[in-house]
């Protein structure tokens, strides 16, 4: 499965102290109606949700920490989930003693300072649907 695609705008911005990492990059994705593109985010949060998925279960167990941490890293992209645009998103966080955390970022991490970058594609958005094989919402064909 592959598909060509064309830059489109790159925003750049700040969000604010103490919002959801997650709810807030939607909202901006939605407003610019962004169906396909990259996200990158570096700063901090206070507070952490994410998700890891139980192969076996088929199903993510959320893991929640409220502590200082730096996001060293989060990246994802950006498509389409019943016709609505999504992030898929994972970070990587690291702790005040120097340990990294990470998995799939969940709604419930709480911002002390996050900058991003979000790149919008030109093309045909992926659509997530059920594999059959993983249970995951994978892009489709």
């Known amino acids: 499965m592959l598909k060509k695609y064309q830059q489109g705008n790159i925003y750049m911005g700040r969000l604010d102290y103490e ?3 997650l709810k807030e990059l939607t909202a901006i994705v939605k407003d610019k109606n962004i169906k396909s ?3 990158n985010v570096i700063g901090a949060v206070k507070k952490a949700t994410i998700s890891f998925y139980d192969q ?3 199903e993510y167990r959320d893991l929640t920490w409220v502590e200082e941490m730096e996001i060293v890293n989060c990246v994802g992209n950006i498509s389409l989930r019943d016709g609505e645009a999504i992030i898929h998103a994972h970070i990587t966080l690291g702790t005040s003693a120097g340990k990294l955390r990470g998995g799939h970022l969940a709604a419930g991490t709480i911002v002390f300072a996050a900058e991003y970058i979000i790149e919008e594609f030109i ?5 997530r649907g059920t594999d059959k094989v993983t249970g995951l919402p994978l892009w489709q064909e």
């Not at 093309?123 to 659509?127: D, L």
């Open 19 to 21: 919002t959801d990492l």
């Open 37 to 39: 593109g990259r996200i």
């Open 56 to 58: 076996q279960k088929k």
């Open 123 to 127: 093309g045909e958005a992926f659509e």
